[in-house]
């Protein structure tokens, strides 16, 4: 455990949170792709090469941020840059002097500028290389991985003044919950320069209305200079944080001498206690089901580069599919996505970087500086519960695992749990994946663990139909096309339907788990595979974040309230539509009409593959064809109707509409965004015209906005989409759509 101490201390000496005078510090960044040509004048977060939407190889190489700045900094004070992100070796130079370096890709660093800071004109220069490495995780080669790590200064950058104070890994801890009260405890590390080391400084915590004051606890080093602080305290009638109603709170921890604050940090807290039971997931006192999904950071064309209100966006999808979870994997994503899991309630669990692959020594000591260096950034989130500290799908010695566990407990302190895909006696939970075991138990009758198990992927190639696993031969009549779960968007109505159905079906079997607390289904959104040149498409929603009906069903499977009623019909109603009709719906009775004639009023009836879920799908048999209007309604145990969807056959294509898909949060008018046009195919009468047949063309108008994808977009299912960034825009932007075939056009302004 030695080396392990060794590792704290120096990810603390890295680690900097909130201090005063926090500075955002992404503008009017020059960017050299090539160090001979010209420089091209980036905002971050920022990606060194836009892709196509199906990569076949990413950037690999060299590339150079420079900044030019002003700072006056005060006497007695320190300057601070910290970056979010940026792949996955950097070097820093501030006017000409080497300031420190970085490994790794996922995580922050903070590095003192001060020393060579300027009062007038300074010069910052960023050099990072994203070329492989087998001792930098995740390691595995590009060509042999299945997803890619993209380059550049990915997330954002800050600056930050620190006195002669300094306030270090701050921790909110619940201790306890009774009846209505809680208790809370607050931890904090404290840096003294040697002049105040002797002064006497107060600190103190502010939660709501409540104040606390901190008292010493021990020595955190040799030095007297460096001591921890902490309180626990009983608060009445807490406001807890929960999926339903994820309360947050606003925590700011002061230095403070003779009234005036030296040192500040201001963190978004939340009230929970969450426990593992031998029957299952309890969150403050309630069993809980954990039903999730798993997502990768990766946009289309621009890779990593998400700028905080798609990263929200993406937070907002996943809630508004019905999952109450989300998996991160492989690797720490962005911070502003925890903030949204917090502020959405959702369950995370927070991932080291790594698949399928564990390298020499190095890449051990960095996963084990990486694995320190997740859990101190993001233990502070109501939203984590759970850290996968284990390298997924690799094989890992007993050494190891222990060694990652008794890193990780000491500093989650209770506050939550380990979990490995092995199924060693260290972690918490055992999570395997639903393809790690065999059809047709899979982990139904697993009894070798006392440990609870969370199924964290199911429902991709594994599967493939009806639980056969491998065993492809008994379901000859299905089309591969058909028959497995990897579809895009624009597929068939009967490849859509049928990764519904492996999706329903798996998730039923999961539920059968004697020790089953929840399950993750691979995955929320497709994404570009580093060693396959095609698109991982068994996400429930396509790249660009539009909804196949898988979304449906997941959707089907909350609780019904006046706000979830849900039910969606699950065609397009097409001469090529099955005559079986789905409808997916959380109302205990729907009713389905053709053109006005009721075809059925149904019951919820569950089946040998819906038999555990809170909601079967509703199927309804008609004898043909016949094109017009399908409605369903939904009604509650009572006969009064919930909710409708109809959906009509469509005719010609008249029209196409333009709409801005801002996905619950409007464009920011302050910061870099991101958001989607999407391009919509219509008939005479409003129906979208399902096709994909034409191409259109997008054009923008604007002086702070520009398209991140090509101008010319594939219509997939009748809607085609452009990704759109804003720079602070100030001015219209205009937005327009040609489809030249067709004789149609449509324009959008969007003012800010």
């Avoid at 969150?283 to 999904?293: A, I, P």
Wanted: charged share 20%; glycine share 6%; hydrophobic share 40%.
């Amino acid at each position: 455990m030695k080396n392990a101490i060794i590792l704290i201390f120096f990810l603390f000496s890295l680690s900097s949170w909130a201090q005063l005078n926090r500075t955002l510090f992404n503008e009017n960044w020059e960017f050299y792709l090539n160090p001979k040509d010209p420089a091209t004048i980036v905002n971050l977060p920022h990606t060194p090469r836009l892709e196509p939407l199906v990569m076949k190889g990413q950037f690999l190489g060299e590339v150079v941020y420079k900044k030019y700045f002003n700072y006056k900094l005060e006497p007695g004070k320190q300057l601070f840059i910290e970056l979010e992100g940026a792949m996955h070796t950097a070097k820093v130079r501030l006017n000409g002097q080497e300031i420190g370096s970085h490994v790794g890709g996922y995580l922050p660093f903070s590095l003192d500028l001060t020393t060579a800071l300027k009062d007038s004109f300074n010069l910052l220069e960023v050099v990072l290389n994203n070329q492989e490495d087998p001792t930098i995780p995740p390691g595995k080669p590009i060509k042999d991985l299945d997803f890619y790590y993209h380059a550049g200064i990915y997330r954002n950058v800050w600056l930050y003044e620190v006195g002669g104070i300094e306030l270090k890994a701050p921790y909110f801890q619940t201790v306890q919950l009774t009846g209505q009260t809680a208790t809370v405890r607050i931890d904090v590390d404290v840096k003294f320069d040697s002049e105040f080391s002797k002064l006497p400084i107060e600190v103190k915590a502010k939660l709501g209305a409540n104040t606390f004051s901190l008292k010493p606890v021990n020595q955190v080093s040799d030095s007297a200079n460096n001591l921890s602080y902490f309180s626990e305290n009983k608060l009445m009638y807490p406001s807890l944080w929960s999926i339903d109603k994820p309360h947050l709170e606003t925590l700011e921890i002061y230095a403070i001498l003779k009234g005036d604050t030296l040192a500040k940090q201001t963190l978004r807290v939340g009230i929970r206690k969450v426990e593992l039971k031998p029957d299952g997931f309890y969150l403050n006192g309630q069993k809980t089901f954990l039903s999730g999904t798993n997502r990768h950071q990766e946009y289309p064309y621009v890779g990593y580069a998400v700028p905080d209100n798609a990263q929200w966006r993406d937070a907002y999808l996943i809630k508004a599919a019905g999952f109450n979870f989300v998996r991160l994997s492989h690797y720490p994503q962005a911070p502003a996505f925890y903030a949204a899991c917090d502020e959405l309630g959702i369950i995370v669990m927070d991932a080291i970087p790594g698949w399928q692959f564990f390298g020499p020594a190095p890449f051990e000591q960095r996963i084990q500086h990486d694995l320190q260096a997740l859990i101190i950034r993001d233990r502070n989130h109501p939203s984590v519960v759970f850290w996968e500290n284990s390298i997924n799908e690799t094989e890992m010695s007993d050494a190891f695992m222990q060694s990652m566990n008794d890193l990780a407990k000491p500093l989650i302190k209770g506050q939550g749990f380990t979990a490995g895909w092995q199924d060693h006696p260290s972690y918490d939970l055992f999570i395997p994946a639903r393809q790690h075991a065999k059809a047709p138990d899979y982990w139904n009758k697993y009894k070798n663990t006392s440990r609870p198990i969370f199924i964290a992927e199911y429902g991709d190639w594994e599967y493939y139909a009806q639980n056969a696993g491998f065993n492809q031969t008994q379901f000859a009549d299905l089309k591969t096309s058909e028959r497995n779960s990897r579809h895009l968007r624009s597929a068939s109505e009967a490849a859509l339907l049928q990764q519904a159905f492996n999706f329903q079906e798996a998730s039923n079997s999961n539920r059968r788990g004697p020790n089953t607390i929840g399950e993750a289904n691979w995955l929320c959104f497709d994404y570009n595979r580093g060693y396959s040149p095609d698109l991982e498409a068994s996400g429930v929603y396509d790249i660009t974040r539009l909804p196949k009906w898988s979304v449906n069903f997941y959707e089907s499977q909350q609780k019904l309230s006046p706000k979830t009623a849900n039910i969606t019909i699950a065609t397009n109603w097409t001469p090529s539509a099955s005559s079986q009709i789905t409808v997916f719906s959380n109302c205990p009775k729907v009713a389905l009409y053709l053109n006005g004639e009721l075809v059925a009023l149904q019951a919820k009836k569950p089946d040998a593959s819906s038999d555990k879920l809170l909601n079967p799908p509703y199927h309804f048999n008609l004898p043909k064809f016949i094109p017009g209007k399908l409605e369903a309604i939904g009604y509650d145990d009572k006969q009064k109707a919930l909710i409708t969807h109809i959906v009509r056959t469509p005719e010609k294509p008249q029209q196409i509409i333009l709409y801005l898909d801002t996905m619950g949060r409007s464009i920011d008018p302050n910061k870099a965004d991101l958001v989607f046009v999407r391009a919509k195919l219509l008939d005479a009468n409003l129906n979208i015209v399902p096709t994909n047949d034409y191409k259109v063309a997008f054009s923008v108008i604007a002086q702070d906005a520009g398209l991140m994808s090509p101008a010319i977009q594939q219509l997939e299912a009748g809607i085609a989409s452009a990704l759109l960034r804003t720079e602070k825009p100030s001015t219209p932007i205009t937005i327009k759509v040609a489809l030249p075939l067709l004789g149609l056009q449509d324009e959008l302004i969007w003012n800010p």
